[in-house]
């Protein structure tokens, strides 16, 4: 096993303005970071400037306590938003399902390879359905039933849950209800839904049905982050499959579920790796 | 050369029932014909059939002039649609263009090249932009230009050169106007649009600037026959190129040139060699 | 649920002759078998007529028992190889594994999800590594370790093993061994592989080291029948995903296991539906 | 017309070191220039650093003359290879040619277009068919026909036309000859070439037929640099299509020149973009 190197990843974006990368390239150079990988991006219509660096913590000499603050003065001068994480810094996610276990299996399978670099640290459902699978990967399974009329009291022992664990981000793995704002103002831009069609065709419910009868020669998966506009939020990953008319409804679903694994998959992947800015409705993201 | 094998294609639906492909295939091989291709297609939920046979004509015994009501008798019995082509007979097409030229530059390409195996008969365009285009290949061009004031007139005049061309089918190559229904019901199902979006994304005008808007991480196109209904006729073909936030809308334009070429291209094709039949807003794709 | 209705699938394989179509439904047809689904392909330069249909057994008159002989005189008359079967005939299912879990767990989860209409009867490795996994599923899991020396003996007890399970199928999931003539020569074109390359590129050992060393732009993943040359057998299905100069070695080795997993069961789904026909080094794939 | 903003582009290549990127950008940004886009890459494994960035030359205070000599002491620091392009300056294109026009009608009409931002300067070929081609689009088209006997003196012509002309890069759009060292020494990675087949799977001659007769489900295209063995060039870009047993080898063909036209033409924008670096037999693609 190599000695795991410890790495820092900064965020970053800003109103556009000359020397910028020469900016924040010397600070890390100047405190002894090795920069490992960079990018950046000019929105050319609205000239925002969007960063990502990552940097070798070797011989860095800002303690991490100390970084936030390092970066502020940087960040005042050119009225930025940013953050900064560790790659050692493990982000604790919670998992929100129902009745369809194919994106959890997925996402339990891959944690389990080491894919996501994360901790997962709970399940919440709305049904008992998918317990089993919880017990066999030994992630707590929380049932939370929720209905129309409980609702309001049942987020509140969601959001208890997700405080008391820590949670980081949420991800939405085929849950069938949609979360209040309370949870979108909490966790902004921490909430990844994956949606079982090509948004913004098909949004809304049952997507497969929505495609069949349309007769599209091609579905779709996208993931994005979750806002108080229902299947409106920023995407971060999207994927298709060609089908044709032979594919009766049950296909399309069989057919969507290796799709929605996928996208889901890959979606969370950019997220826990900071590689996801949100700009607006959109999303830059430096894979 | 190898001597031109006469082949016979007739494509049929019907309401399902027992014995059909039986009876199809059997009424070809009693009279000679030699099947090269089959295919048949069952819509499960209405129990419809779908049907494409092509045949070598080298020792059928019906001649042409009879086939079509040859297979009446069967057709009755059966309350079946059908239509019958030979390969021998080419169908002459229209080419409906504004100022955009590259749909039209790769019809004329591939059809120089033989891949349409049609008579490529006229272009009429609303702008004088691309004559030196159909000049470059020798094909009628009539400008005929469409304003809010002249439209009805300026249909009849469309509607009788295609009339005097004998004109089977017409693909509307980017033209930036939407034909009456005095088209849709003369040429129904022989009209080919290309759209530039993944139907039903991005409908209307401007899809790259809705779906630059979006933040859409896949764009696509789509060949459809044109109905009443703007946007929401059959789909004959989808295809769909990855982009990312480092596209401009003009990258998006870019990229979507090929797409729509290709799209069309392969839509018109399918078209031609009867391998589509209309179900309905769906389509059955015999590729 | 609905009751379960019982289908049969001839797959046929002649030279072909005129009236072929005509006879294979009309005899299907005159026993009262309602024809579900039928294809049929006629290779242009070897003159070979490949066929498959799928009837419902309902009214058939013939009983099962007897299906085999029915269709002999037809198959003495064109030199055809055939196989029937029907769908409540569950084949039964061999994986072997050696270290590596991805293919195993997503057969497993196919499985479990009822996409394979199969048995999975045991799982054969020369590591104990993926037992767990067997377990898991509540799958026999059978060690055999395989040393040069012992390979003989221990190739043995693999083909007892087969033999006393009935086992119809072997699914080799990145199984680390080359299985000798003796598995290929009883299980002919019913063994199904895995390559982790875009085969004919990078057959034998390490193809994403050999892809991440030439620089490709792409890397695929290959599903194949095992014959008695390594890497070369009939190509059932492939799948490919872009990559970058950004994607290290274990970045192709993680990506590539998305495919594998895609291209294995795709190609086990596709065998066992009946739906592949062997033709020399290739194969005929009825989608 | 917006006025043309003059940008240039770094290219470099040196051994990794703790600081490049910053003092990369601080000399730009210290002598007035804005950058507008950087990419960069590490090579794990043998720490080698690339490097591209595009800066706005609109206060750049070093003039274009001294521009090569202001980098040079940089350079000698870090061991580095460089060059450095304004956008203003368009690369002079040379086009050789046999007797299929499809790559070379894809390069005549992107051309046209805009796409390539270059000087389409001549075309040479050792056949005379697609001088028409070269005609339509009035470029200097030269027949220099080469045989075995002739060849040592054909390319005594074909260098002296290159010459003279001041070509700076060559593109070989399905010449069918294999071009012997000079030119290779002389233009080294500035020669791009399409092979139609997903290499290294079908390296050599009749790409399609050794698809087809293999049987693969996929077959592609691969635009790569010219080097002295053949077949083994650093690749820019690959594609794919997806296949099936229906597809003839003149389907094949048919539907391989979509996929070479694409390529090919997606090589070439990446190369006069100056986004390429070549690494080894590897490149980097900072598309």
């Known amino acids: 096993m190599p000695p795991i190197i410890s790495t820092a990843v900064l965020l970053w974006s800003c109103p556009d303005k000359k020397g910028l990368v020469s900016r924040l390239a010397n600070f890390i150079y100047e405190h002894g970071g090795n920069i490992l990988d960079l990018d950046e991006h000019v929105d050319g219509s609205e000239q925002t400037f969007f960063f990502r660096v990552a940097w070798d913590m070797a ?13 502020l003065p940087l960040a005042n001068e050119y009225q930025a938003h940013y953050t ?68 309001a009291e049942q987020e509140t022992v969601q959001l ?20 209040s704002n309370r949870f979108v103002e909490r966790y902004t831009h921490r909430i990844v ?4 069609s ?11 049905k929505q495609a069949h009868d349309r007769g599209v020669k091609i579905v779709g998966a996208t993931s994005h982050y979750v806002t108080d506009v229902l299947d409106e939020g920023p995407i ?15 296909d ?10 996928l996208v889901l998959a890959r979606g969370i992947r950019l997220h826990l790796q900071d590689r996801v800015l949100v700009h607006g409705r959109k999303t830059v993201v430096f894979d």
Chains 1, 2, 3, 4 share one sequence.
């Open 59 to 71: 011989e860095f000499s800002i303690p991490r306590a100390a970084m936030v603050e390092a970066f």
């Open 84 to 151: 900064i994480r560790l790659n050692t810094e493990k982000r604790r996610l919670a998992i929100f399902v129902s009745k369809y276990g194919h994106c959890l299996q997925e996402i339990l399978w891959r944690n389990e390879l080491g894919e996501f670099d994360a901790e997962l640290s709970l399940i919440i459902s709305n049904h008992p359905d998918l317990a089993y699978l919880a017990e066999r990967y030994s992630i707590p399974f929380h049932l939370v039933p929720v209905t129309k009329e409980n609702r």
């Open 160 to 179: 208890a849950l997700l405080e008391s664990a820590q949670i980081d981000t949420i991800i939405l793995a085929r849950y069938m209800q949609v979360l």
């Open 193 to 196: 839904n994956i949606h079982h």
């Open 198 to 208: 090509f948004l913004p065709a098909f949004a809304g419910g049952n997507p497969y």
């Open 236 to 250: 971060i990953e999207q994927e298709i499959i060609r089908i044709s008319h032979k594919d009766s409804l049950d």
């Open 252 to 261: 399309l679903i069989r057919k969507g579920r290796d799709l929605e694994r």
